[in-house]
């Protein structure tokens, strides 16, 4: 037996709290995440249980006792104990709040869930502007048909309902906001905004629209080319046809180059030769519309990544979305999610980080270094040379060229304004949580002339309100980490095709993305892109790529199908290190247990009972 190292007694009991709060969390955490997927999937018989999850999650993130702990056994500790401790430090000081403040915050959960419960059983869709009757569809299909359809008098019927139930939750909001801030201020925060910004990024509300405002002020030159081009298509800046009329004949031609039954297959074949795969972890894709579902894409990780006894145990990741099978346009958020929420799930459950607090997505994780990585493959699959290599339709036939150079000709012009979606979400937050009285019309007021900034619409519109992040605690006054991944992403990409001249199909890039993921979320923002990068964070990268003229976007985009068309593509069947699972709500469709090529016809085959009637425009 060998001989006790000196202080041997303070490590121990180290070790001891370190694997309590470990089991601990993880147990809180599975058993919040699985109520989580239930209801957001439509299962609304759980959302009492999963209130008192949330709240028990809460207790254990701001518990004082677990916060001392941690600080008494950090006096003397050694690595790697001492690192550990630190992360858990760490961890308690984004929570530690006051009795008062939990009572309030018991009132946002309770809250939250009734205004999710709302939404969730709402009556949807339009009034059939020809029979005057009222036409059953999804949020998500009518927002497919204001951009596809060539009825204009439908598409502002569509356009017209989604506005109506924009405003179903206003009452219930204005209260959510009052609550917000005074948990907020009660911590000694400005508002609700500047408590998620420090907590989150450790950035002020002044720094962070220092760096929007400066993207505006450079971009929106490009709004007088939008009103130029108007003068050629009347009728452009109203909002049911601003879509229509800017690329929905492009989406219409694309459509046949990206059938969703092929979607999984590509998916999977796109990231295995990146060098991507999920480390012996679980996945489980819901991904078709249905009545009562969340509408919203996201990704959560029922199951951390840990260790026991030294030996790392595999996480589990859910990802979802809402695609309508069968209408035009709609497949393209199918395949979206299988890259955005792919690369999420991929992050974390690459990580080798130990401690389960700095392997999850909720402080003090950085909302947006979680979305550099997802965004950052998104950019994969809308990439020129991705869509020409792996774009085909039913006959065989690749996307063509022509009509990427046909959409750039026409829209590059208004690529500057690109950052204005995520730059208005914030901005419209930012008003809300200022405003010291806020009402229905003040909050009205806010929500359209914040969209009139960034839109330049003929129309007003509270679309705003539909954001369905601004309901929920863990993605309210977060969307910033959107834009901030825009910046952090275009950077990455410089630097890997200034390393390696190209990034599809590159298991150099994948290794590099790897190298990232395994940190999991114990690292800053700017300590994770300095160390991706070898830079600070800047702008320059992205406004050089959105302020590109068209010569120079169609001579760059040649160039990196050239590129990539001088590489074999590997043709080896698709492994990912995953266990899949194809669901939709309760019932299992396809599994990869005998094949990944296998659970793709499967899916593919079902896929084919699903699809909406007289979903295409």
């Known amino acids: ?41 439509g299962d609304h018989s759980v959302d009492g249980r999963f209130s008192k999850a949330q709240l028990a999650r809460e207790a254990f993130r701001s518990n004082e006792s677990f916060s001392a702990s941690v600080r008494e056994a950090l ?74 359809n060539d009825e204009e008098t439908v598409r502002k019927a569509c356009f017209v309902a989604l506005e109506k139930l924009a405003l179903t939750c206003t009452a219930e909001y204005i209260k959510l906001v009052k609550l917000r801030n005074l948990y907020a201020v009660a911590l ?5 905004y500047e408590y998620k910004i420090r907590t989150e990024e450790s950035m002020s509300k002044t720094e962070l629209f220092e760096i929007f405002d400066t993207i505006y002020n450079k971009t929106k030159y490009a709004f007088k080319d939008l009103r130029q081009m108007e003068k050629e298509k009347p009728g452009l800046r109203l909002p049911w046809n601003r879509g229509y009329l800017l690329a929905g004949d ?25 060098g991507i795969d999920f480390k012996n972890g679980t996945l489980q894709l819901d991904l078709l519309d249905r009545k009562g579902k969340y509408d ?30 069968g209408q035009v346009g709609s497949a393209e958020e199918g395949y979206n999610t299988l890259f955005h929420e792919g690369g999420h799930a991929a992050h974390l459950l690459n990580t080798e980080e130990t401690e389960a607090c700095v392997n999850n997505e909720y402080p003090p994780a950085s909302t947006a270094w979680a979305e550099t990585q997802s965004m950052f493959l998104d950019t994969i699959l809308s990439s020129i040379e991705w869509t020409t290599r792996y774009a085909k339709n039913h006959q065989g036939e690749a996307y063509p060229f022509d009509l990427f150079e046909r959409e750039v000709r026409r829209l590059n012009k208004l690529s500057p304004l690109s950052m204005n979606g995520i730059s208005s979400v914030m901005e419209f937050e930012r008003r809300v949580y200022e405003e010291e009285k806020l009402t229905k019309a003040k909050l009205l007021k806010i929500a359209k002339d914040v969209h009139r900034k960034y839109s330049d619409t003929a129309v007003t519109s509270v679309r705003l309100l539909s954001v369905p992040h601004i309901y929920s605690w863990e993605s309210a006054c977060s969307y910033q980490g959107y834009g901030l991944a825009e910046l952090a992403l275009s950077q990455w990409r410089e630097y890997f095709f200034k390393k390696y001249g190209y990034i599809v199909d590159n298991p150099n890039v994948g290794k590099e993305l790897r190298k990232m993921w395994a940190y999991g979320s114990a690292l800053t923002f700017p300590e994770c892109v300095k160390l991706a990068t070898g830079k600070k964070l800047t702008p320059q990268p992205f406004l050089k790529a959105i302020t590109s003229k068209t010569p120079t976007v169609l001579k760059k985009a040649k160039q990196k199908i050239a ?27 396809a599994g990869n247990e005998n094949g990944f090529k296998n659970m793709t016809r499967l899916y593919a085959k079902w896929l084919q009972t699903k699809r909406v009637k007289g979903a295409a425009s």
């Open 1 to 41: 037996m060998s001989k006790k190292r000196k202080g041997s007694s303070g490590a121990e009991s180290a070790v001891r709290l370190l694997e309590r709060l470990n089991q601990n969390y993880l147990k809180i955490h599975t058993n919040y995440e699985n109520l989580y997927w239930k209801s957001h999937m």
């Open 75 to 148: 006096v003397g500790a050694k690595n790697p104990e001492k690192k550990k401790l630190e992360q858990w430090a760490w961890f308690f000081s984004k929570y530690q709040t006051l009795p008062q403040v939990k009572q309030i915050f018991e009132q946002i959960v309770k809250l939250e869930k009734v205004i999710q419960q709302k939404q969730s059983s709402q009556k949807e869709g339009y009034i059939d502007p020809r029979t005057k009757k009222f036409i059953s569809m999804s949020r998500a299909q009518m927002g497919d048909l204001v951009g596809t």
């Open 188 to 192: 000694k925060f400005t508002d609700f």
């Open 250 to 274: 492009f989406t219409k031609e694309a459509d046949q180059y990206f059938p969703f039954e092929e979607a999984l297959a590509r998916w999977g074949t796109s990231f295995m030769r990146l």
């Open 296 to 325: 919203n894409g996201f990704c959560h990780w029922p199951s951390l990544v840990y260790f026991r006894s030294g030996k790392r145990v595999p996480g589990a990741s859910n990802f979802t979305c809402n695609v309508v099978y």
């Open 563 to 589: 590129r990539l068309s001088k590489l074999k593509a590997t043709q080896r069947p698709v492994q990912l290190r995953a266990n899949i699972k194809m669901v939709d709500g309760k019932k299992v469709i």
